[in-house]
């Protein structure tokens, strides 16, 4: 195969939008259409806004397509007409039939943000925070009929440290996944990989958060509190209450690892850094909130505006 490969790529988030521009501006590849989701109303003004894929798409010169869904014929027909080496998919929003997939010359391709089989889904690095995991990452895989079930072919590790939030691992996935796609792809095409099949008994299922999930309870033990906050910044947001209002908690450190410090929810120090509030094991550190219908701001600035008092208990 000469020249450079043709690639229909179909995303919509901003987790996709690195991989795009990795094609964009690589001679390597010549994206032919970009494929994603309608535009959607956004804003106080619910104007109708672009999706990020959009954007860079629109900029770049890149045909775009916006089926409602994915499998009207129309749009099949217009991406067998492309007949692209890849489709490469990353965070598009569907689930792709088999008439899609099975229209690239060498394959669709797929950027999933977890180390398959582990949290394959929808809410994959939230799901890695919140359960604790210390390592995960990203996999391109032939994409199949099953959910994230495909063949990978090639991954790359990323460390979850105390410091991650679900928007720094985000950010950092996303760049590692957009130089794995673009490396993948040509060495795919060479031989150089070989697929690899998922352990389906390894498998388990990020499923979608659900309100329930939200949240936080100060009696479980501090570096579960630190990871539900965490596991939820900055969207949807962890909720708790403190004086009769809601209150997002954006980060929380563990300040002590074991032992009783207080009544779990009590805030036990005021500081610069933030609210040290006792949990059922330990305390945390609070040190960034989102007031309900206001912006992030620091946990000291808070406490500064709602002349927040130690012995106050968030509930």
Known sequence: MTGPLRVVFMGT?????????????D????VEAVVTQPDKPRGRGKKLSPSPV??????AGIPVLQPVKALETGNIERL??????????????????VSILSIPKVAPVNLHASLLPRWRGAAPIHRAILAGDTMTGVCAMIMAEGLDTGDVLSRVETLISDDDTVEALHDRLATIGAELITRTLLEFRDGLVTPQ???DAMATYARKLSVEEFAVDFRLPAQEVSRKIRGLS??????????????KPLFARVTEKGGVFGEAGVVLALSAEGITVACGEGAVVITQVKPENRS??????????????EGERFV
């Open 13 to 25: 988030p901003d987790f996709a939008v690195p991989t795009l521009k990795a094609l964009v501006g």
């Open 27 to 30: 001679s390597a590849f010549r």
């Open 54 to 59: 959009k954007a860079v798409a629109v900029d």
């Open 80 to 97: 067998t007409d492309i007949a692209p080496d890849y489709i490469v998919v990353v965070a598009y929003g569907q689930i792709l039939p």
């Open 197 to 199: 099949k998922q352990d």
């Open 234 to 247: 900055p969207y949807p947001g962890a909720v708790t209450h403190l004086n009769g209002e809601t209150l």
């Open 296 to 309: 992030a701001m620091t946990a000291h600035a808070y406490t500064l505006g709602h002349k927040v008092k």
